[in-house]
């Protein structure tokens, strides 16, 4: 099942007015938190991202994988999918689509990329989407590779956004967002 109602989903939490019925039968299996928390994580086998959200905005945290995306008899196995979203209303929407992974790094980029197709009509709404990549291992050179060029292509001309890659643990605060 891929949720078709995920803008409806934001709307209505950023709008402290949840989506009642949803058709997505995972419900809250989809959304981690939804609050001003002064930080947001998402880790899994030893890998962490967290967001350190120290303008205390309202951020929606959405388990992608097995939550707004589940494989099933409608959703081809082995769909490209990213882990996470986060979804920060600071006055304008900000994602963060975030992939932890073990060491294919090539992979990771293609599933945020694959989540950014998937939910286009979606992301053409915010100001700026970013992509971060956490692997287990070093991270190989990937700025020559099409993967990356063109996932980063895309994410600096159309949403504002960037890729960083992180090895093991990455904290993040809001305002460094556009660092590189």
Do not use: W
Not at 21 to 41: A, L, P, Q, W, Y
Not at 97 to 109: D, F, H, I, P
């Amino acid at each position: 099942m891929i949720c078709d109602n995920l803008k409806k989903c934001i709307d209505g939490q950023l709008a402290s007015v949840p989506i009642k019925n949803c058709s997505n039968h995972n419900i809250g299996k989809c959304i981690e938190s939804s609050d001003n928390r002064s930080s947001v994580k998402c880790e899994e086998n030893r890998k962490k991202y967290v967001f350190e959200n120290t303008k205390k905005n309202h951020v929606i945290s959405y388990k992608m994988d097995e939550g707004i995306v589940v494989e099933d008899r409608t959703v081809p196995s082995n769909t490209n999918k990213c882990d996470y979203l986060f979804v920060v209303n600071d006055l304008e929407l900000t994602a963060i689509l975030t992939e932890l992974k073990g060491v294919n790094v090539q992979k990771s980029l293609e599933q945020i990329n694959a989540t950014l197709l998937l939910y286009k009509d979606v992301f053409k709404n915010f100001k700026r989407v970013y992509a971060r990549s956490i692997v287990t291992s070093s991270t190989p050179n990937l700025k020559a590779t099409p993967a990356f060029t063109n996932l980063e292509r895309m994410l600096r001309q159309n949403y504002n956004g960037n890729i960083k890659i992180c090895e093991r643990q990455f904290f993040e605060k809001d305002i460094e967002l556009d660092k590189k």
